[in-house]
């Protein structure tokens, strides 16, 4: 028997899902762009493209696998659930950070609704948190609505605007200064300062 076709169908054979989201993930954390070409992937595992879609549905499917594992480890804030809005805000910068600074990221979460488990542990944190600091159930889903997706698109606009050309006029520094950090977090204080009035 041929050795190289028999050591070729055991790496197949011992290609599991996991292992094609730990690579493809390395790939996507590495890369500047976020892009993920199938190709690339196939030939860091020693497998043909084909090998891969045994274990991923498409690549729609690996891409949200792979946002899930690196949103798992960065989304949580390391400050008490007591300080509510410390918290909140941490929270949300953190997921502004990481959606400007992995584009990939950025377009799983604008092309539909994420619900994978980091994303829906992290809702759920967020939602418990905004239920103790308001005391209504209701109040609360609608108030992480609404940080949700100012977050998100703030971070859409901010990285549509990162290659952009440095401001040569006081107009153009005052209308860049509107995707800063500082004025996400002057907008996310002014929504919060909003959420918690409503209802008073």
Known sequence: MDDSRSTARARWGGLTREAVIEAATTLVDRSGDGELSIRALAATLDVSPMALYRHVADKHDLMAAVVDQLWAERWEPGLPRTEWRAWIIDAADRQRRFLVEKPAALRV???????????MERMGACIEVLRAALG????????????????????????????AHEPVDDAERELAAFVSPAQFETGLGYLLDGISSAGQ
């Open 109 to 119: 979460y604008l092309e539909q609704p994420v619900v994978s488990a980091a994303a």
């Open 136 to 163: 209504d159930d209701d109040r609360a889903h609608r108030a992480y609505a609404a940080v949700h997706t100012y977050t998100v698109g703030f971070a859409a606009f901010e990285a549509a605007r990162s290659s």
